[in-house]
């Protein structure tokens, strides 16, 4: 018995290789998703463990940075040991000219200042770095500038070898700098450790222009010893912190949670459009062989054996696909890394991941869901199998009239799963990440219901189609259309599995545009300067904000005093490590009438300009309020105004608006200035909008040297300005690189679909072989044939088209209004892109007319009488 | 820390001020740093007991527990051309450094035949190790919280000398016993025919305060000796190492006595001793004036090295016979167990003869060169 199956398989091999190829694709979405995930996390977690070593605890500052003092005070005061300083910042890398074969010539490297004498208390791969220096390197390393130790899998890649020079670009300056020695990063740390290039804390101090601060400060502490951090704690000034390493490594892994779990949703798509290619292909498999299967029965085999067969068969097809998924997984994780480390970069913390990692979860995972996916797909054609008769089994109209029952029995589960998905839709959410997963099963949940509704509504699209393709092509038209109702069973299935690839196409889209509008509108109100002043480091990740001080009184007099500038308007980032999350504040100088960039949620905003100005008042971004469950009336409360040795205490701040903010994912609170000064004293500035009169914006020569007049101030400070069009159009580019990933899964999902519906014509085309054959018989030309075929294909992606659009309006709906919401607290305006919708129609079309194109060649190929003799 | 104290190449080492002939000094700033020179310390050593017990203590006979310790301070300069690299718009990093300095701590608690080390190291940038007058005319060596300072303006003594640490800490007073003394030629100390050191010594202080060990507080006091020396270089190439000699005997006299010793086990004829009498008068003695006789070694469990350990030390025109055997056998630094330098530093005890009547005393005995 399963030697038949074997035998069937291996008459068919690209039958085979569909069946295999759908549920690859499925698990090789789910595997590289998953793998690029786990990369990045495991590559976040390896970057930290470097640095960390075995410390744990950390002096951060609220303002990226920190005064160097501290270092000395608990050093030399306090008296800590196991205590050391670390400068860690993000540059570019240039090749030497003469290495200019390698295209990619620019890249980023850490820039790592560390003070050796303190090392060894904290890190321990920089023992071997000690260890490779020769003669007088760690002299060298200490007394010269421009000096440094990389990994040294970092020479072989750029060919270098000590004594040599590397170029760094730092504030758009070239640096040479000299490799005086190379450190073995352990194996485990290499891929992270590659890219470091270390030197000591005073060369890159000088480099950055550093001078003053370090970025953190590590420390091993007893960690049950709570008098010590107290006392440490007393030692540090204000918006300095001390925080235990893992906590603050969890918190800032936790900002890319959401994005993550986004991620596999849609891998989780892809795998449910490669369960309608398995169900395809076995019940293709099972409806073939209905004569063989009955022949068996008939011989003494039980439904039990036939059910148990199928099984088998879809238990080996898994096997198969797994291991294939599994690899092709990879390839695409390594695609996928790439952008999801670039997103990462871009919106949430600095990463740099180049190596893929995995585990057995990961495997574990592949191999559960593509086995479960399969069997799944399997079991209704397995049963089909299972429960045929006999006699009945020969007459394919039985089959067909089932089906043409169950287009309206499966009514009922698609109307209780409608419902199910606003009941779900209703549940009052209390925690963030379950509500997330109820957003995703009301997602899945949809697509189910539009699957069990769609044999229905199916049928009376064709039936009008029917009509309309009589008009249009006249027999063959009618005939195509008919051909797809009498073969239902399947051609529904590819229907089905183009619809939903269409629509979950379609729904992104729609959410994407939807979005994309939002932001662009919402920029458009709320970047008020002509003018932003940033610092020209903080171009690659938004992460490390405000690395100096160049801000002084002195450059923004002298801003003043340059023609044209009606007002100075200033931005201030503060960060607040409470309760092991990061609170970001944001602080605020700016015009009057600028404060018409916020727009808020509540209805009456008349007094909220006054408190925010004048009170201990606050106004909180969508996000935040939504994170920390947050709403006007509500308060905030923030560490403040904490002199060295007195216990900081919280103060309170009243929300009076919650407005919305598409900038940040993780919120932000939002404070003037003079609130800020209040109770802080730090005014360590971030950005500074410059506010043009009419005069030099309406005369382009005028602004011209105004642009010239700024540059010349601002030259030497590492800082740059942009002009907000300019600010504008870069935002959005960042926002569409944020996308980019969607856009690869989503034609990754369309590929999948476009598979199943080849395999699905491929399968008619077989079956039906002995009726075109006839048809050829009667007089039909191979020419006519393949017009039958391509119209055919057309009517079902016609079908598909048309109902992929009501679904892909719901889905986006889902996207828009549930999932974004509750991953990220944004509320958006719901567009319906006309272009999109152009889009899902072509794609549809599109997908249906290549899958004809071979078996339309085939069968007109084919000798009538070659089919007809088969029988 | 392995290499940060690498040898730098003699081009680099001739850059540096070479010890040539006797100085005149000045102080307090000779107690600082000597930056055109290449190696400089400060060396504390001390032997202290126990204060006078309460009364219950007495009944019980309860033994005073006796102490001995070593605090030194080492700078090692890196580069003699240093020149920072002054930015015009910024003042540049405060981290810049050429300076290294180490410190080693031991505190040997003789009662309970326990010696604690402690070593650490430091760069001078950010002002994390150094040795500096303040402001406010305090004299101040020190190396993060491991410090000395003067107890009154613009002079050293007397002084208060603070080392914490988990295991144990040392919190002193020292005062002058007795004058500073140059040691050699005016305190021009010649260590082989090439090589000389600026050497002074304070070899009498009165020493009081508390020490911890754990848990365990003292009130102690005893008395200690300050070597100052600075140089370029020291041993030459013939040379292995020496052994020096720092006593204090209970007729209120000090000897100070160091043999080099030449790679034949030979004593070199550039050793020296000086005799300081109770009220402070020298006598420099030359290598021929006395002679050190070895009378016992240890074999060190951690190191494997042999040092001896058991002295007889005798200057025949000045009728002394002395004999020295140390009060705790482990007090070395080895590399094998954790420290950068190999070295024997350590208390003794001292028994003997002098102008035939009977003498003891304590000291401390320093010996390198036996790896």
Redesign the interface.
Known sequence: MYRSSVRYYLKRPLHLLFSVLGVALGVALVVGIDMASHSARQGFALSTQSIAGKATHRIVGSEHLLPESIYFKLRNELGLRKISPLIKQTVQFKMDSNHAEIKMNISDVQLIGIDPFSEAEIRTWQQGMMDSLTGDGIHQLLTQTNTVLVEKSFLKQHELSTGDTLSLVINDKIHPLLIIGFFNAPEAYQSQLKTWLISDISTVQDLLNFQGVISQIDLVLETENEFQTEQIKQFLPESVDLVKVDTQSKAIARLSQSFELNLTALSFLGLLVAMFLIYNTMMFSVVQRRDLLARMRVLGVSRYDLFRLILAEAFFIALLSIGSGLVLGIGLAHILLYFVTRTINDLYYVLQVTQLHWNYIIVLKAIAFGMSATLLSALMPALEAAYTRPVMALQRTHLEAKVNLWSHRLLVPGLLACLLVFAILNIPIEDKTNGMMLGFTSVFMSIAAFIFLLPFFSRYLLFFLAIVMKQLFKLPGKIAVNNIVRSFSRSIVAIAALTVSVSSALGIGIMVESFRFTVDDWLLGYLKADYFIGSANNSRSSHVKGLVEPFDKQLISNLSKLSGIDYISSDQEVRFFIDDQYHHLTVLDIPEKSFSAFHFKQKDDSSVQQSWLNDDAVIISEPYAYRYGLAVGDKVYLPVNKKQGEIPFKQAFKIVGVYYHYGSEQGVINMSRTTYNRHWHSGKLNALGLYLSNEVLQNQEKQAQFERQLQLLISGRSLRFISRKDLHKQSLIIFDRTFKITNVLKLLVIFVSFVGILTALMAIELERAREFAILRATGLTGKQLSALIYIETLTMGIVAAVLAMPMGIVLAYLLIEVINYRSFGWSMQFILPWNEFIMAGALALLAAFLAAVYPAWHLSKTQPTLALRGE | ????L?E??SV?NSLFKQVLEPRQFHFPQDHLAHQAYKTEWWYFTGNLAEDDLEKNDLKKNKRKAKFSYQFTLFRFA??PD?VI?E?A??????????N?YMAHVALTDIQQQQVHQQE????D????AGAEIKEDGVVQF?L??WQVKSLQAHQLFPLQLDI?NDQFALNLQLDVDKPMVLQGNHGLSQKNSKNASYYYSYTRLKSEGNIRINKNLYQVSGKSWFDREWSTSSLSDDQTGWDWFALHLDDGSDLMIYQMRKKDGIKDTYSSGLLIDAQGETQSLAAHQFQLEIKDFWISPVSGIRYPIKWEILIPDNNINLSVSSTVKAQEWSKKGGFSFNYWEGSINVKGLKNKQAVSGTGYLEMTGYD
């Open positions: 820390m392995k290499g940060v690498g730098t190449d680099q890196l580069r240093r690299l930015n718009s910024s003042p540049g990093s405060q981290w810049h450094t050429n290294i650490r190291f430091s760069r940038g950010l002002k994390l020190w993060n919280d914490n």
